[in-house]
């Protein structure tokens, strides 16, 4: 199995003094994402869940929708001119009467750890048919919940404590508890982790769970959170347009810049349970 950490020499610089130094560094490696034996996408990603994140994956496409749809999961060997495994690389079995992936999703690019699913080619593309609708009954959120979620993803982000490097992905209970964190130098893949476990563990949909990411909030993440059925997504810094529309269109909570005592609201504010929001609503 591959390493999640990897230890390099630097010169490092402090106050105009130079030493040398171990460092480190979160480890970056390829993921061949393949389905009944057919290559679907390559994904840049941290070792480590890979059984989750291409199932994650594959619930974010629409492909899989409960934990029965997956027959098998398993390394593949020979993967290398010489036939050694490199762990590298992952097939995932359908069940019987699931159908295949649609050709059209086949990526013969990289899928990098930074942007996501790159070059699509159009958004019709990317909006995905949804499985579950977001209830409006959802769970209802204290603020001061809300407010707890960034150091309690920090607290629990383990890798990061030595790298520096990673996004996670949290999901939590709607009083604040953690269920389930995943690292990964790239924030989709984090977030396909934990959805990814969840469909393993037959919990999909996840209407009771807050989704918290350590970074920004992107298109991708709000359409993976929206696919499988979580209804609030939290995040650190901010979101971009298109995710505040799909979020809106969704009937989706979407939360920025959650800082401290500080948050922007973008939709589905009904959701946080706090007086003074209550008092705008009306």
């Known amino acids: 199995m591959g390493r999640v950490t990897a230890r390099r020499r630097v010169l490092r610089i402090r106050d105009g003094v130079p030493s040398h130094r171990p460092d480190t560094l979160a480890v970056e490696e390829p993921l061949e994402i393949r389905v009944g034996g057919r ?6 990603r941290t070792p480590g869940n890979d059984f989750d994140l291409a199932v994650g994956f594959l619930v974010s496409e629409g492909v899989v929708h409960a934990a029965e749809d997956v027959l098998a999961i398993r390394y593949c060997a020979g993967a290398t001119s ?10 995932v079995a359908l069940a019987p009467g699931v159908p295949l992936p649609d050709a059209s999703l086949e990526r013969n690019f990289y899928t990098t750890s930074s942007c996501g699913l790159c070059g699509k080619a159009s958004l019709d593309a990317v909006r995905t048919t949804t499985t579950w609708t977001i209830d409006e009954d959802s769970p209802r959120v204290d603020l001061e919940t809300l407010t707890a979620l960034p150091n309690r993803l920090r607290e629990a982000q383990r890798v990061f404590d030595s790298t520096g490097g990673l996004h996670a992905a949290g999901l939590f209970t709607a009083d604040g508890q953690l269920s389930c964190l995943r690292e990964d130098v790239g924030r989709h ?9 969840a469909l393993r563990a037959d919990r999909l949909p996840l209407r009771d769970s807050i989704l918290m990411v350590s970074g920004r909030a992107s298109f991708e993440l709000v359409q993976k959170a ?15 347009s298109l995710a505040v529309d799909l979020a809106e269109e969704s009937g989706l909570t979407l939360v920025g810049f959650l800082r401290g005592t500080s948050m922007n ?4 504010a009904e959701r946080v349970r706090a007086e003074l929001v209550a008092d705008l609503l009306r």
């Open 39 to 44: 290559p679907l996408t390559i994904t840049m």
């Open 82 to 91: 010489d036939g050694s495994n490199t762990y590298n690389v992952v097939d």
């Open 189 to 197: 893949n984090a977030v396909d982790k934990v959805i990814g476990e």
């Open 226 to 240: 929206v696919m499988a059925g979580i209804p609030m997504l939290a995040a650190v810094s901010a979101p971009s």
């Open 265 to 268: 609201v973008y939709t589905g």
